[in-house]
């Protein structure tokens, strides 16, 4: 490392110049990070810097990104800089090298494109990369000027924008006259140049994606230290309120739910913790640990409660958690340390103060309370079950995401300058990675006298409302637990009122709804049902009559401008296109931006993007079971069919977390993968027709899992031909021992697909299985020559079917089975009974709006699962 930051070393001295040395040691990430610095030195430019190999590669670019990918930036190669200098803003010495202004103008993550290494890219002078951060997003590429290609000792790049979702038009570089202020402390040139102003927020040194402790635990190590040296106010400083005695209870404040963090500046994010809420009252050193709704839990947490008895007088807002061995929020190991008295180990995590030395300070904006709760924690030397919660001021989307990759609940958002509000507010809104729900048990079901599942409701304007059944989350001790403490609670009839519950059965047990549940669930139903509910734990702390259905509203629906524009005194008829215009649908839980959007527009009605995705919810379990555990690239037409499509193989920036992003060996970039029906709805919100997944076996993706023969006709060759040819094709696997499926493909062909039996066993690698369908096509061909061919070129397709095996290929993919395709009339790729293929046949009328009917009516592939066979055995028999 030394020998790379010797150039860097070598042209400053650090007993003027206040940049750092490199001497500190910046933990990895796990993911790469990069900062853009704006520095007004000689000249005016931007440093773009991406971590490689534990420095960041540096390049000075004249004029600053830009968004239009038609605009070629020139990008100067510099010497590497050491990574302590992604949180390095202020000013260089005049006279020294690069004397003037630093600001950090923007930092985020990248990833490298591509299946080269970076290193490799780098010296090849080619280097594609995505950049997800507070400013700019979605892909880039950094190319060496030719007179540098061959090593020389210029060193010009040229930084170009690709086209995609984030790239803009003519006007690019708007972005670097709009945003004018620092991303870590908010300051302008001027203000950093005077030192005046909030010091910048460490990155490098606390970040969400470096673990779970750089989130929780703030209060020990470097990024502590440069948070104390730069945010500590006293409380002396603070305007007083007046002294007075200590409420007995303050009513916590609660969030509302939002499916996205909120946009724009003056929001703090913070983790959003899986636990019990409590307020801690501290007086005279004496300590009251009190729920939400007031009782007195101090004898629960004695090891917390002792910890807090060095505090000085305070009301405390926060939360006590278990951790996992991971450092994370588990809820049901809270639970098992209530239940046996195990509480030694349960942290408090300090995310608010409301009264501190005699003053009420429920008014001081929430950036001013946090900033005392984190000084009164540090100078009082609270005990280490004690933790103060930071905090993260820009791109709540990437923290939302940060958080969902290391398995926690969500996130919150608090207005920075709002103040404290009991109740649910505006001012605070949570975003979580998964669904949760509290519910109350009802009733519980049996099976054969062992336990089975609970029936849950929650309150709706007096009444209990009856919202589905929590089938999984049991073990025998946690069914046994649950037993013991329903039995007592037997009723004779239901709590549920309104229609949709259970009728009663000598397996349904009655219960006063009493016990409040903690749940997890994959979304809502249409009619308001709870789906795949999963049981985490009973909650003690919150009443039953509390529980009411709480559902996410779409973010940002408060905004001033949308408040604005509401009270504009437009005519009905604009009010109602407006309206619709800027419209938001919900299917399964899944916001639908722009439902009303068309995609297909030359089917009657036309097929629109909320048409799309109830059509995945139609058929999603139909046709979950053909991509689940697969990657699966997608063909996106966002403005529909006619316009520009293009086809998605990896993960993008802002991918919807209801799909899975998968490593594949020997790829840097994560693929999709959708393995719930939510996921396809997902898909349909991004615009995404078509779903090609990959033929492995489910979660295997070394292994063939299918094969497909894609029968392709060329011109004047009649579908009836197709259709024999499929017939013929079906017989031949059959002879080889295998079973073969037929499927429209959306246009003028068929495909015969064959499930493959994996387990016991060395199974055939995909060379073998591509090797296989070729030589099946090759002898096809060699019998008719005249009506088959196994080569793509079209010269000679004239009159015949190209038998198609280039889909049994590792990374090849097929279009999935009731996959809708891009093309005019909304057709689908319809599953097909061999009855079904006989002449006659019209594909044509398979399509978006004709399926979810027809399939529900159709036992086509019905014996699919059962009928895999071994290929090994087939490819003896073919010899």
């Known amino acids: 490392m030394t020998e790379k930051l010797s150039t860097y070393r070598g042209k400053r001295d650090f007993r003027k110049t206040t940049e750092p040395s490199g001497a500190v040691t910046i933990q990895p990430s796990k993911r790469l990070r990069y900062v853009i610095q704006k520095h007004d030195a000689t000249r005016l430019h931007y440093d773009l810097r991406l971590e490689l190999d534990g420095v960041f590669k540096s390049w000075a670019v004249t004029r600053g990104p830009s968004l239009d990918p038609a605009d070629k930036r020139l990008a100067v190669e510099v010497e590497d800089h050491p ?28 990833e490298p494109e591509g299946a080269l290494s970076p290193e490799h890219a780098l010296k090849k002078g080619d280097l594609k990369f995505t950049l997800d951060g507070s400013r700019l997003k979605g892909s880039f590429v950094l190319v060496r000027m030719k007179t540098d290609r061959d090593g020389g000792k210029r060193t010009n790049w040229l930084l170009i924008k690709h086209h995609d979702e984030h790239a803009m038009g003519e006007k690019g570089d708007a972005i670097l006259k709009r945003e004018t202020t620092s991303v870590a402390s908010g300051r302008d040139m001027p203000a950093i140049a005077s030192g005046k102003g909030r010091r910048p ?22 990024a502590a230290e440069a948070r104390q040296a730069t945010k500590r106010k006293t409380a002396a400083e603070s ?8 409420p007995k209870f303050i009513p916590p404040q609660l969030c509302k739910s939002q499916d996205r963090p909120p946009l724009g500046r003056g929001w703090l994010h913070e983790i959003k913790f899986d636990g019990y809420r409590i307020e801690m009252h501290c007086e005279d050193g004496r300590i ?15 090891k917390i409660a002792a910890d807090a008895s060095h505090l000085p007088d305070a009301i405390i807002d926060g939360e006590i958690c278990a951790l996992d061995e991971n450092g994370a929020p588990d809820f049901a190991s809270l639970q098992a340390a209530l239940s046996e008295g195990k509480t030694e180990s349960l942290v408090f995590f300090a995310f608010d103060l409301l009264f501190h030395d005699g003053e009420d300070i429920r008014k001081q904006p929430l950036t001013e309370r946090k ?10 030397e609270a005990g280490k079950s004690i933790r103060y919660v930071d905090h993260f001021e820009t791109g709540g989307d990437a ?15 608090k207005k920075a300058n709002a103040p404290y509000q009991s109740g649910r507010s505006d001012s605070w809104v949570k975003s979580k990675c998964r669904a949760g729900h509290e519910v109350v048990i009802g009733g519980y079901a049996t099976n054969q006298g062992r336990f089975r599942s609970l029936l849950a409701g929650v309150y709706r304007d007096g009444h209990f409302i009856y919202v589905g059944r929590v089938g999984t989350g049991f073990g025998a001790d946690k069914a046994a637990m649950l037993t013991g403490k329903l039995e007592p609670l037997a009723r004779a009839n239901s709590p549920f009122t309104g229609i949709g519950a259970p009728k009663k059965t000598p397996d349904i047990h009655w219960v006063e709804p009493e016990l409040v549940a903690e749940i997890e669930f994959a979304g809502w139903t249409a009619d308001g049902q709870v789906r795949q509910g999963a049981f985490k734990g009973l909650r003690e702390d919150k009443p039953a009559e509390d529980v009411t259905t709480e559902r996410p509203v779409p973010p940002d629906q408060d905004r001033p401008d949308a408040k604005e524009s509401a009270r504009s005194e437009l005519n009905r008829v604009s009010k109602a296109k407006a309206s619709r215009k800027n419209a938001k649908a919900e299917v399964m839980g899944v916001l639908i931006s722009h439902p009303d959007k068309v995609l297909w527009n030359d089917t009657d009605p036309p097929v ?37 499509q293009f086809f998605q193989r990896h993960a993008m920036p802002g991918t919807s977390n209801l799909l899975e992003l998968v490593e594949i060996s020997g790829d840097s970039k994560p693929y999709l993968q959708a393995d719930r029906i939510e996921g396809l709805v997902a898909l349909a919100q991004a615009g995404a027709l078509e779903l090609h997944p990959w033929n492995c076996e489910p979660e295997q993706p070394e292994i063939p899992g299918r094969l497909v023969f894609d029968l392709d006709p060329g011109p004047d060759v009649d579908f009836t031909t197709v259709i024999d040819t ?3 094709l079906r017989d031949r696997l059959d002879g080889l021992g295998l079973v073969g499926f037929c499927k429209t493909t959306g246009g003028k062909g068929l495909h015969v697909v064959v499930p493959l039996k994996t387990g016991r066993g060395k199974s055939p690698g995909w060379e073998e299985a591509k090797d296989f369908a070729r030589r099946v096509c090759e002898q096809m061909a060699e019998e008719k020559p005249d009506l088959y061919l196994i080569k793509m070129a079209k010269k000679l397709r004239n009159g015949r079917i190209f038998l198609d095996y280039l889909r049994n290929d590792r990374k090849a993919t097929a279009v999935a089975p009731l996959s809708p395709r891009a093309r005019p009339g909304a057709p689908v790729s319809m599953p097909l009974t061999w009855t079904q293929v006989k002449a006659g046949l019209d594909p044509m009328r398979f399509t978006v709006q004709t399926v979810p009917a027809l399939i529900k009516k159709s036992g086509a592939w019905k014996d699919y699962g059962s009928s895999a066979r071994p290929l090994a055995a087939a490819i003896r028999k073919l010899g």
């Open 83 to 110: 990574l302590d200098y992604g949180d390095f803003e202020g000013t260089i010495p005049k006279g020294e090298y690069g004397g003037g202004t630093v600001m950090l103008w923007d930092r985020g993550y990248w």
């Open 201 to 222: 927020r460490p990155f490098m040194l606390s970040e969400p994606a470096i673990a779970a402790d750089a989130v929780w635990d703030s209060s020990d190590g470097l």
């Open 239 to 246: 305007p007083r309120q007046g002294k007075g005695a200590m």
């Open 288 to 302: 009251r640990l009190l729920t939400r709704k007031g009782l007195d839990w101090t004898k629960r947490f004695k």
């Open 371 to 380: 900033s005392r709760l984190e000084s009164l924690l540090q100078v009082a």
């Open 399 to 413: 923290v939302l995401r940060s958080a969902c990759r290391l398995s926690l609940e969500g996130i919150v958002s």
């Open 608 to 644: 629109t993007k909320e048409d799309l995705a109830l059509y995945f919810q139609a058929v999603g379990g139909w046709l979950i079971e053909h991509v689940r555990g697969r990657p699966c690239s997608v063909v996106r037409a966002p403005d529909g069919v006619g316009h520009e």
């Open 726 to 728: 499929a017939r013929n």
